[in-house]
Nanobody, 117 residues
Framework: QVQLVESGGGLVQPGGSLRLSCAASGTIFSFNIMGWYRQAPGKQRELVATIPIGGSPNYADSVKGRFTISRGSAKNTVYLQMNSLKPEDTAAYYC???????????WGQGTQVTVSS
């Protein structure tokens, strides 16, 4: 069974940085697209950033210039470097992976990011 596990969340001061990691297991395939979404309490889950294999990353306007998504050297790993964090970045962050072989999306359980003084 495919599993995605996020790590790296926590409590950080405004202006600080965090690096989120996601490691996927349970498949021999490379996920065609991997990315990060976030969901704040009472709000809809929203795109943060995605990155396809061999392609350019895509960012939400709200994080562009502050966040950087990258795929790791290990198969099916993805990172999100978050700099200049703001209180409005507070949310549960979810790793997402898309596999075209079965047209299926996979989700991690989420990691909480709280930006507060």
């Amino acid at each position: 069974q495919v599993q995605l596990v996020e790590s790296g969340g926590g409590l950080v001061q405004p202006g600080g940085s965090l690096r989120l990691s996601c490691a996927a297991s349970g498949t021999i395939f490379s996920f065609n697209i991997m990315g990060w979404y976030r969901q704040a309490p009472g709000k809809q889950r929203e795109l943060v950033a995605t990155i396809p294999i061999g392609g350019s990353p895509n960012y939400a306007d709200s994080v562009k210039g502050r966040f950087t998504i990258s795929r790791g050297s290990a198969k099916n790993t993805v990172y999100l470097q978050m700099n200049s964090l703001k209180p409005e970045d507070t949310a549960a962050y979810y790793c997402n992976a898309f596999l075209t072989v079965n047209s299926r999306n996979y989700w991690g359980q989420g990691t909480q990011v709280t930006v507060s003084s």
